[in-house]
């Protein structure tokens, strides 16, 4: 299987700040690359797929960047509503895998 | 609005099983994948398997093959998702998501079931 890790596993931060998440894949994936957003008591949410495409109605401030092996989520001002759980998932392999998550905590 | 409903919490015991639904809304089910993903308590997210509705065909994870099966009803665009030899650690959320992709199998999760909360405990 295609193992997954994202870092940091957390992260403490600012309104108005720019974040960014990193995920390696342990083999390449090419695009085959997505974000999702969970906050607690709720399902995922899909943010960004194959590694730079913005799903409908995510805020701009969200974007993704990467292929092969490396891959970033950017948050490039933080709002107090992004305050949450961010996964990657590759979708190269049918036998799909997550990263382990990364929270984003308010410092 | 394309939408995925799931049934309600279950509490199960040890050695039993237990069938969740996702009951599909607002686009063809036979057009795209259901995959299934679980998280227990505190933890990330553990892809489960994929069914094509229109085919049945499927794919599960490594570690559920053998005590997962996943069906479907198309006549009420309902997908089902059984565990079987329920231990302590298949405590845990079950969420069905509609897999978007040009392939079998492949794509991004989009949207997401509720969840369903399956408890075992004797």
């Known amino acids: 299987d295609i193992q997954m890790t994202q870092s940091p596993s957390s992260l403490s931060a600012s309104v108005g700040d720019r974040v960014t998440i990193t995920c390696r894949a342990s083999?390449?994936?090419?695009?085959?690359l997505n974000w999702y957003q969970q906050k607690p008591g709720k399902a995922p949410k899909l943010l960004i797929y194959a590694a730079s495409s913005l799903q409908s109605g995510v805020p701009s401030r969200f974007s993704g960047s990467g292929s092969g092996t490396d891959f970033t989520l950017t948050i490039s001002s933080l709002q107090p509503e992004d305050f949450a759980t961010y996964y990657c998932q590759q979708s190269y392999s049918t036998l799909h895998t997550f990263g382990q998550g990364t929270k984003l905590e308010i410092k | 609005q394309v939408q995925l409903v799931q049934s309600g919490a279950e509490v199960k015991k040890p050695g039993a099983s237990v069938k969740v639904s996702c009951k599909a809304s607002?686009?063809?089910?036979?057009?795209?994948?259901i995959n299934w993903v679980r998280q227990a308590t505190g933890q990330g997210l553990e892809w489960m398997g994929w069914m094509n509705p229109n085919s049945g065909n499927t794919g599960y994870a490594q570690k559920f093959q053998g005590r997962v099966t996943m069906t479907r009803n198309t006549s009420i665009s309902t997908a089902y998702m059984e565990l079987s030899s329920l231990r302590s650690e298949d405590t845990a959320v079950y969420y069905c998501a509609r897999g978007t992709g040009d392939y079998e199998g492949g794509g991004w999760f989009d949207p997401w079931g509720q969840g369903t909360l399956v408890t075992v405990s004797s």
């Open positions: 083999q390449s994936i090419s695009s085959y």
């Open positions: 607002g686009y063809t089910f036979t057009s795209y994948d």
